[in-house]
């Protein structure tokens, strides 16, 4: 390695990482810690020039190695020591070691989702083809390879929604007159949140409020500049430069998510519903709640109380089931209570007594 020097690390006779070691450095590289007062946070910081470089060139290593072979370096995840080389530096690193990974959140699927999702696969075949290509820009985005997370979302929107139109002017065309598109297109200018910090081609552009056919175009173009791009040309995409297409992809992605929703929609069909429903309850799959509206009439000054049951599907209490039974008590008051002042809605399980939430309206 470049300033240092490299070794393989064995464990049953198969490599578990990489160690490289730099000797003679300043202290100034090992970690600080440092305090925001206002927030009242503490951080650790690491100033240390190698960790660019080493980086860009585990990064090169690795694309040498994948020519031949399937192989990842997982380059998020590291554990540094920081020795002292002498007595008097002992007392001048604060932080001796420091490990840190990225965080690899399990995926919690809802009782719900997976029964309805086995119902509706017995009845026909499902979105295979709009779940692969999903599922690759998924993961190639939360690997941080955004250009092969954008490549992935066109290749979805080309197939879905293109209707075989691939001229820049026909594929515009189609994207404004498809209504799926269009709606999600639409729904995600309203609600993506832009980080402040960002101020790659996508940031600015959506900051400026673009219009529908605006952002089409902009994805349109970005398909020949990440697809078509000649490696000889010095204004080309960059393998390395990744995060110019974090907004793209983004983007991109929160669309096709849309999109794909609507193609696996045979899951909450009436027919479906109904049927998980009643296998739910033959097998005594039902979470039984009980939910406790407290409200104010306009015309009184005493609270009243409406008490009613809601039994759902599923083995145990999830946040997603305590969400949806909010949800569907809001409904419920607004109904059959639209003038009146809502002021606490609790629901408890009746199995258990467990409270599932209290929601306080303060303002009454």
């Not at 240092?4 to 202290?27: D, M, S, W």
């Not at 639409?186 to 400026?208: F, G, M, R, V």
């Not at 056919?213 to 970005?222: A, F, G, Y």
């Not at 045979?266 to 479906?272: A, I, K, N, R, W």
Request: hydrophobic fraction near 40%.
């Amino acid at each position: 390695m470049i300033g240092g020097t490299a070794r393989l690390i064995e464990e049953n006779e198969v490599i578990k990482a990489i160690e490289i070691k730099f000797v003679g450095q300043p202290i100034e590289y090992a970690p600080q810690t440092e305090t925001d007062v206002a927030k009242s946070a503490l951080s650790i910081a690491i100033d240390s020039p190698h960790l660019p470089s080493i980086e860009q060139q585990l990064s090169n290593l690795l694309s040498f190695l994948q020519c031949y072979f399937h192989v990842r370096i997982k380059a998020g995840e590291v554990s540094a020591t920081f020795d002292a080389e002498t007595l008097e530096e002992q007392d001048m690193i604060p932080i001796p070691a420091i490990t840190y990974s990225r965080l690899n959140e399990k995926t919690y699927i809802p009782f719900d989702m997976f029964f309805r999702a086995s119902l509706a696969a017995e009845k026909e075949d499902g979105p295979v083809f709009e779940a692969t290509l999903q599922d690759a820009a998924r993961s190639a985005f939360f690997d941080k390879k955004y250009i092969d997370s954008y490549r992935y979302s066109f290749l979805y929107l080309e197939a879905v929604c293109g209707n075989g139109k691939f001229k820049k002017e026909q594929l515009v065309s189609e994207f404004l007159s498809n209504p799926s598109l269009t709606a999600a297109i639409t729904h995600e200018l309203s609600e993506y949140q832009i980080i402040p910090s960002k101020n790659d081609e996508t940031a600015t552009l959506l900051q400026s409020k673009p219009s529908l056919k605006k952002i089409i175009e902009h994805l349109v173009e970005k398909r020949g500049f990440y697809f078509h791009g000649n490696k000889k040309h010095k204004q080309g995409w960059k393998p390395h430069e990744q995060a110019a297409a974090a907004t793209l992809s983004e983007f991109a992605l929160f669309i096709v998510q849309q999109l794909a929703g609507e193609a696996a929609t045979l899951m909450f069909q009436p027919e479906l519903s109904e049927r998980y429903m009643a296998t739910a309850k033959a097998l005594g799959m039902i979470v039984k709640l009980t939910v406790q509206i407290t409200y104010r009439r306009l015309d009184e000054v005493h609270n009243r109380t409406i008490e009613f049951n809601i039994n759902t599907p599923g083995t145990k209490v999830t946040n997603e089931m305590a969400k949806q039974t909010l949800r569907e008590s809001l409904q419920r008051f607004d109904h059959h209570e639209p003038q009146s002042k809502l002021i606490k809605v609790a629901c408890i399980e009746q199995a258990t007594n467990k409270q599932l939430f209290t929601v306080n309206f303060d303002v009454v």
